[in-house]
């Protein structure tokens, strides 16, 4: 009996050593810069008003110059609907807010939806006593070292963005596997961050960003008159590029052809770092601008399609170019109605090209079409199915 007793003492010693062990590994778990451990956890938090339906509330962030910090969000879910919800984490971007508006289109959706400031501001735009960093360029790219990185706005924002998570996740009624992120801009370029950060997150929607902004981007001239070694370091913790190789969710990038800030080349790279399923839209000329961004109905169909087994978007193969044709397999469960050729016979930065557009063809499960005599600098092909969602190949350098 005895004996027994001191096994099963032994035992029960041996099984805490082990949790504890887990446990001191598992505080130790970082992804770049950030404790995965501590965003991972339910924040605190407070909620404000209502207002027509959508919640304000505030949550713990991190400390910002050795002081405590808040972020206000707007959250709202629908009265009634399936049960449990999917959600979604909106990121806003340069300029922008938490934007109420965006919420409800969410919950008009069927979605529980929150959308964080992440300018430490509260609902009226102004600073919170107790914000973290703004967004301008000197929060985004001011000298650090590692033991002062915290003062970046890209590291208050992805913990922002992974704590508005494990908050939504929280709450009644919402299935924690079944939260999606998206993001417009610099929004975008943290979807892309977080979606290789925090792996919860059943998949995401980056519109714009991307990542190697220091090999091509609006920001450019900026990194160029970095120390290198700071430059090296931002790259190291805060470029996109760092994190889109982790990304396991499916992902769906959305751009324009002469985006301003985020160009082709950037975009190209960043995509063809994630290693499993993603879905491309390139826009001719789409415009940039937060309801831009959260407009195009492909966003809510990709969406729905993961997290609501919805109708999937058309899938485009890989392109090739074949005897003077473009070429691309096209599988879609909503029969594809049209197809497009886009090329430009430009040099010179991708935001100043002239992008030019022509029918293709379907054929036999493949959108097919005559690449146009004389110089094609780039070209990709789309197609759009009976429900108006377009999606597009990569694009190519031409023959």
């Known amino acids: 009996m005895i004996a027994c ?18 446990a001191s590994d598992a505080e130790a778990v ?43 969000a707007w959250y709202g879910c629908p009265d009634d609907g399936e049960r449990p919800l999917p959600g979604i984490v909106l990121v806003h971007g340069g300029g922008g807010t938490a934007f109420r508006e965006w919420v409800q289109l969410w919950v008009e959706r069927g979605y529980a939806a929150i959308a964080m400031d992440l300018a430490g501001c509260g609902p009226d735009g102004k600073r919170l006593p107790d914000g973290g960093p703004g967004q301008s360029d000197v929060d985004k790219f001011a000298p650090f070292d590692d033991a002062s990185l915290g003062r970046l706005w890209t590291y208050h924002a992805i913990a922002a963005v992974v704590r508005a998570h494990s908050l939504l996740a929280a709450q009644e009624g919402v299935d924690p596997r079944r939260i999606a992120v998206t993001g417009i801009s610099w929004g ?4 892309c961050i977080a979606a290789g950060v925090d792996d919860r997150f059943a998949a995401a929607v980056p519109v714009y960003g991307c990542g190697f902004l220091h090999e091509n981007s609006v920001w450019l001239k900026t990194f160029q008159a970095m120390d290198p070694d700071l430059r090296e370091r931002w790259v190291r913790y805060f470029d996109p590029s760092q994190y889109l190789g982790r990304v396991r969710c499916p992902i769906f990038f959305l751009n324009g052809t002469n985006d301003f800030a985020y160009p082709l080349d950037s975009y190209r790279k960043s995509y063809e770092l994630v290693p499993g399923k993603k879905v491309i839209r390139i826009e001719v000329r789409m ?113």
């Open 287 to 399: 415009k940039h601008s937060h309801p831009d961004g959260w407009a195009p109905r492909e966003i809510g169909r990709f969406v729905d399609s993961v997290l609501r087994g919805g109708e999937p978007l058309p899938e485009l193969g890989e392109l090739r170019l074949e005897a003077g044709r473009a070429v691309a397999e096209v599988r879609s469960l909503v029969p594809p109605v049209s197809a497009g050729l886009h090329y430009t016979r430009d040099d010179g930065p991708w935001q100043e090209r002239n992008w030019l557009s022509e029918p293709a063809r379907i054929e036999n499960g493949r959108v097919v079409a005559d690449i146009p005599p004389g110089p094609v600098r780039a070209l990709f092909l789309s197609v759009t199915d009976a429900g108006g969602a377009m999606v597009s190949t990569s694009w190519l350098e031409g023959p």
């Open 5 to 22: 007793y001191m096994a099963a003492a032994a035992l029960l010693l041996t099984m805490r050593a082990a949790f504890i062990a887990q």
């Open 188 to 191: 975008g370029y943290l979807t």
């Open 30 to 72: 970082r992804v770049g810069p950030w404790n995965l451990t501590e965003l991972r956890q339910v924040p605190a938090y407070e909620w404000g008003e209502t207002v027509d339906g959508i919640r304000q509330v505030y949550f713990q962030s991190e400390p910002y110059h050795g002081r405590p910090t808040r972020v206000f």
